[in-house]
């Protein structure tokens, strides 16, 4: 029996009963190659390190200055006769405000890095170094800022808000058919690629 072309094992190979090649690369819109769960986690797992890094230099100074403020009011100090308003608005409200502070940072840089750094080449430099690109699911389009902080919107904002929303959205790719897109992908209309060497 005679069988199609691509059906054989390799060369080399000792043929076996239903021997079938592997499956073919998943490919974009535009016919290249998908990048894989792998490359994509270990890239954010460096965009976020590199972040993290970054945040902590920045707030570090603010930190020891605000923690020397804290002690001279200490709560414990207070005696029985301070009411809850003064404890409050001495060491709660800014312990409350401090964080904000934080997060508003935090968000501010990473909108900065995922949205006004990326949307340039479509990597951050998590992206370049596992050699992965952000582009558009229409070949015929380009990257834009908009369409990258649609990304940053989903996985970023909603993400803080709704409960268990980043895992969700990480591991949407895993079932995602058939570009492995996430779920802040599918709103943006992405796919991430592989970097041709």
Not at 37 to 46: C, D, K, N, S, T
Not at 93 to 103: C, D, T
Not at 107 to 128: D, F, I, P
Request: aromatic fraction near 14%.
């Amino acid at each position: 029996m005679n069988q199609p072309p691509g059906y054989g094992p390799p060369p080399g190979y000792p043929a076996g009963p239903g021997y079938l090649p592997p499956p073919p690369p998943l490919l974009s819109p535009a016919g290249v190659p998908l990048a894989d769960f792998a490359q994509r986690l270990l890239a954010y797992m460096i965009d976020v390190g590199l972040l993290l890094v970054v945040s902590i230099v920045l707030f570090l100074p603010a930190f020891l200055v605000f923690i020397n403020q804290l002690d001279a009011t200490d709560p414990a100090s207070y005696g029985p006769e301070a009411g809850f308003g003064e404890v409050f608005n001495d060491f709660f409200l800014p312990v409350l405000l401090f964080e904000l502070g934080f997060l508003v940072v935090s968000l501010l840089l990473y909108y900065l890095y995922v949205v006004e750094y990326m949307h340039r080449s479509g990597q951050t430099l998590g992206k370049k170094a596992m050699k992965i690109r952000v582009v558009p699911l229409d070949p015929n389009r380009t990257l834009t800022r908009g369409i990258a902080a649609k990304r940053y919107f989903i996985e970023y904002i909603a993400g803080m808000f709704v409960p268990a929303f980043s895992w969700i959205d990480g591991l949407w790719q895993l079932w995602d058919k058939p570009y492995q897109q996430t779920l802040h992908d599918k709103f943006a209309q992405t796919v991430v690629v592989k970097v041709s060497p």
